[in-house]
Structure formats: C-alpha cells, structure tokens
C-alpha cells in the first residue's frame, strides 16, 4: 500500500551531495513525508521527517515541493558509510503504520 | 541510550517446526511493533502493541503467527509451524508514545532461514 514512487538505485561518488528523489503525488493535506535509511544486517534508521516546510537536522536535508507532490532528501557530503537503502514514506502523524515499498538503494563509490 | 534489543540474531529450522523470537525494546518506549521483511522487499508490519494491548495485527498470519508483550515491556513472537514462505528477517521496534511516535527505533532483526 506505500504511497510513494522511489528509483530503485542511485550512485553517488563519495564526498559529493547525493540527492534522493520521492514521487508521493496523491499525498494528504495532513500527511507527513519521513524517510529512513537501511544499512545491510541492521534495522531501519529514521532520518528526518517534513512536513510542507523544507528541514535539516545533522543527518540530511529534506525539500519538500510548494505542492507536495514530491521531496528529495539530500545528504550534503555522502560516505561510504551512506551506503543503504532509502526509504520514502508518507504517513498522517498519529497513525503509527510505516508502509515501507521498496526504496532506493544507494551506492556511494570511492 | 541502549537500543532495542533482538535474539536469536539466527535461526535456521525446519518447515513445521516452530520458532520464536523475543525483544527488548528501548526502555520506557510505550509502543512496540513487529515487521517482517523478505529478501529484496522493505518491512511489512505485523502487529503493533501499545502497552500491553494490541493496536494492530491485521497482517499478522494468526493461524501460525502469534506474539505477547507481558507486562508491556518484552515481546516474543512465536510461529507455529513454519513454512519455507516465513524465511525473513524478523525486526523488532519501539518508540515513545502513541501520539508521539513519528520516530521508530528498530533492533538489528532476527533472520530465520526455513528449510
């Protein structure tokens, strides 16, 4: 049932800005984008979540559209240690369900 | 801060044995969810616990799934009999409280593999 429409993978040289595209265009007025990282072997991470303003936090930056049909999630200076899959979720605040699809699976290369 | 807290990390049996996994999650987390993710596919919940009770478990397999969180801290989840269809990893995570809980910290998962 996600809601959103992600690439399956994106590369990204390392140090560069790597900028993750989210296609969520049936999203709700009271719906909140969030994204979480996967890194293998371990459980989901959260990373940020937005609302219609754009944020930042010591993780990532998140621009949210002026219609809120798509976000991109933008990691300033990727690592190697950025390698995961990225999540991209749409979710009403108060309802608890995270519906994972199938993310982005991002390679960051030396 | 001690993370939530998963085991057996592995476990391999056979179809219609069964299994079950416990977790501990972050101390004073009032909520508690189990997800199970398949090679190659993103987490799918399986039951969701405030407390001690249950606020969703509409795609948890009852006739061979089933879990308990007593006392509302610890959690086990319990299959009986497996299938070879149940081989996932089997994540664990907890967050503050209901209204709150825009942030879920997950454990490292239990892989089951079903032979």
């Known amino acids: 049932d996600a809601k959103t429409t992600q690439p399956p993978s994106m590369d990204c040289a390392e140090g560069r800005a790597a900028n993750l595209p989210c296609n969520h265009s049936?999203?709700?007025?009271?719906?909140?984008v969030y994204w979480y990282r996967q890194i293998h072997s371990q459980g989901p991470q959260y990373i940020i979540h937005?609302?219609?303003n754009n944020e930042t936090n010591e993780m990532a930056s998140l621009i949210i559209t002026e219609d809120r049909k798509s976000s991109t999630l933008i990691l300033p200076h990727a690592t190697l240690r950025d390698t995961a899959v990225y999540y991209c979720?749409?979710?009403?605040?108060?309802?608890?369900?995270?519906?994972f699809g199938t993310g982005t699976r991002l390679l960051v290369s030396p | 801060e001690a993370g939530v807290a998963q085991s057996p990390r592995y476990k391999i049996i056979e179809k219609r044995q069964s299994v079950a996994f416990w977790c501990n999650p972050i101390?004073?987390?009032?909520?508690l969810y189990w997800y199970q993710q398949i090679l190659g596919q993103g987490p799918k919940l399986l039951i969701q616990?405030?407390?001690?009770?249950?606020?969703?478990d509409s795609q948890l397999p009852k006739d061979r799934f089933s879990a308990e969180r007593l006392k509302g801290v610890d959690s086990t989840l319990k299959i009986q009999p497996a299938k070879l269809e149940d081989s996932a990893v089997y994540l664990c995570?907890?967050?503050?409280?209901?209204?709150?809980?825009?942030?879920?910290?997950f454990g490292p998962g239990t892989r089951l593999t079903v032979t």
């Open positions: 616990f405030q407390n001690n009770g249950v606020v969703d």
């Open positions: 937005g609302l219609k």
């Open positions: 995570a907890s967050s503050p409280r209901l209204a709150e809980a825009y942030e879920q910290y």
């Open positions: 101390s004073g987390h009032a909520t």
């Open positions: 049936t999203i709700s007025g009271n719906e909140y």
């Open positions: 979720i749409v979710r009403a605040r108060g309802f608890q369900k995270l519906v």
